[in-house]
């Protein structure tokens, strides 16, 4: 979907009021004022609601933005989950709320499922089932999930989506993008992201989530790669059933990772089940290259043998040789005690901006090094070391990637469920061995004999390129065509007084003019009268006192 402004007509009017609404509801005015100018301008003045904040001002800012999150619905929640995955972006006390957010909803009729069964594929899955439980197993604010039965005798779980729900994403989308475009236009220098790009990227992940053949796609990844390995258990995938909206696998009846007094209970072992499952997410992440996003104990079964059942596949992140590479780098930076090889590491990777201040950033860095040296490692878990790191982020406003976000939320999120079952365990220890690995592959020597040659061949590339580049920028500049783009900043407000005042002006000259007209008009004895007047005069004196009122309305509405 193409993410440009909202437009001109008002076709989604009832929805955009209803979300300015929900803002100012929770105290979020100043937010609707600074955009309140371009609204007025496209929408006019009634569109802005002029409602009172509701809650006690003894909310904190951070809550009363979850609140308005969970209040507008389903895009807004899966907005605030994806917000609270990026640390870099929002102040501690804002992604502790944000995690707060829970994607629990009320089933839908269960009438409604069987419509949307029998709609799919032509009626190919329903004519397959010999049985659908009514009651759901889960209901989320995307799908509800039901257990069900084929004509083979196989279990199976269907994730059907929610009917209308991808109507409702396209228009929030469409809102939030419009939003974030007025907010980049007024707020550009006070926000340290830019909101377009943001909004862009949740658009990424809430429409990948809605695309159920690709989380299919992802399980079969996931059950190939792991195939060999027993003491993880993938569910089986029914390809041929599902769709872009009904998804079909295997039920495994099984116990909640989270649960451990049934584990106990059941005759489980804690403590391998915490070492596998941090052993899960080390593969994924270092060998498959390809990692579940959201390992917390409600995604996670726990079958015979205290074998590990991943499950919901929905939000998934890639890790690439580039990502590998970065967290070698800053290894090595940590272990050699030098902060210039971290700096040369993010700059690598796109962190740091020309406005970062490098010197500063250096010395935090240095700083940080120093407190992990000075004590030993195994204290620390992965949630204080990407907590330090994230908060420098968010300090020097460094560019984080969203793939390294959800990276280091999915080893938090494994390591906060470990910890819980065994909390002796020492996950820095369970890490070890993908570590030398993955330094042993960036330091090989046929392994950088190999990144040589390539570089070598994008140089050739370069200089291939660079003559005909160079003919194309002079040919213009001869031609005339050559330009600069030049753009003002800050001059909105200005501009907007201006024709704010260019308009009063005009009305005043106006009704100026009417009453002067009317005055001669009225002395003439022309056309039908009034009260002895000519109607055409008396029409002037009416129509220059409504401008006049008019006029009088709108600068007092303004205070200006």
Not at 129 to 158: F, N, W, Y
Not at 242 to 250: F, G, Q, Y
Not at 251 to 274: H, M, N, Q, T
Not at 289 to 311: C, E, R, S, T, Y
Request: aromatic share 8%; proline share 4%.
């Amino acid at each position: 979907m193409k993410l440009t402004s909202i437009p001109k007509t008002w076709k989604h009017l009832r929805r955009y009021r209803q979300i300015l609404g929900i803002l100012v509801k929770y105290g979020f005015s100043d937010v609707v004022n600074v955009i309140s100018n371009d609204l007025i301008t496209r929408f006019g003045e009634k569109f802005v609601p002029r409602l009172r904040t509701t809650l006690t001002k003894t909310a904190s800012r951070a809550e009363r933005l979850r609140l308005v999150f969970e209040e507008l619905g389903p895009t807004f929640i899966k907005a605030g989950q994806t917000l609270s995955m990026r640390p870099d972006l929002l102040p501690p006390e804002y992604i502790a709320e944000l995690q707060k957010l829970q994607d629990r909803v009320n089933p839908i009729p269960f009438e409604q499922i069987l419509a949307s069964i029998e709609s799919e594929g032509n009626g190919k899955l329903a004519g397959c089932l010999s049985r659908i439980e009514e009651k759901p197993i889960a209901s989320a604010s995307i799908a509800q999930v039901h257990k069900a039965t084929l004509k083979t005798g196989d279990e199976v779980v269907l994730k059907v989506q929610r009917p209308g729900i991808r109507r409702q994403v396209e228009i929030d989308i469409e809102i939030l993008s419009d939003i974030a475009r007025v907010a980049k236009k007024y707020l550009k220098d006070q926000i340290p992201v830019d909101p377009v790009e943001v909004v862009k990227e949740f658009d990424k992940v809430i429409h990948r989530e809605l695309n159920f053949l690709r989380e299919g796609r992802t399980i079969e990844r996931f059950r190939e790669f792991f195939s060999g390995d027993r003491t993880v258990y993938v569910p089986r995938y029914y390809h041929w059933l599902s769709s872009d909206k009904i998804l079909v696998m295997e039920y495994v009846e099984g116990i909640k990772a989270s649960d451990k007094e049934r584990l106990l209970e059941e005759g489980f072992d804690p403590e391998i089940i915490a070492k596998r499952g941090v052993r899960l997410s080390f593969r994924q992440i270092f060998e498959l290259g390809l990692f579940h996003a959201d390992p917390h104990g409600g995604n996670i079964l726990v079958i015979g043998d205290n074998v590990i059942v991943p499950l919901d596949f929905g939000i998934v992140g890639y890790v690439d040789a580039e990502m590998i590479d970065f967290i070698a780098d800053m290894l090595k930076g940590f272990v050699k005690n030098d902060p210039k090889i971290i700096i040369r590491a993010m700059e690598r990777m796109d962190m740091i901006s020309s406005s970062t201040d490098v010197p500063a950033l250096k010395a935090e860095i240095g700083e940080l090094i120093s407190n992990f040296s000075g004590s030993r490692l195994d204290t620390y878990s992965i949630e204080d070391i990407a907590s330090e790191i994230f908060n420098l982020a968010y300090s020097f406003k460094l560019k984080v990637s969203t793939r390294l976000s959800l990276m280091s939320r999915a080893l938090v999120t494994a390591e906060g469920l470990a910890r819980m079952l065994y909390p002796e365990l020492k996950v820095l220890d369970e890490i070890k061995p993908f570590v030398t690995e993955i330094i042993k592959r960036r330091y090989n020597p046929f392994v950088k004999l190999k990144k040589g040659f390539t570089n070598i061949d994008d140089l050739a590339l370069l200089m291939e390129d660079f003559p005909g580049k160079m003919r194309s920028i002079l040919s213009k500049a001869s031609s005339g065509q050559f330009s600069i783009q030049f753009e003002h900043r800050n001059l909105e407000n200005l501009i907007s007084e201006l024709n704010r005042s260019s308009n009063r002006l005009a009305s005043a000259l106006v009704i100026a003019a009417l009453i002067i007209g009317s005055s001669l008009v009225i002395q003439l004895p022309v056309g039908p009268k009034v009260l002895g007047y000519p109607l055409i005069g008396m029409a002037g004196y009416v129509l220059a006192f409504i401008i006049g009122i008019k006029l009088l309305w709108d600068i007092f509405r303004s205070k200006k």
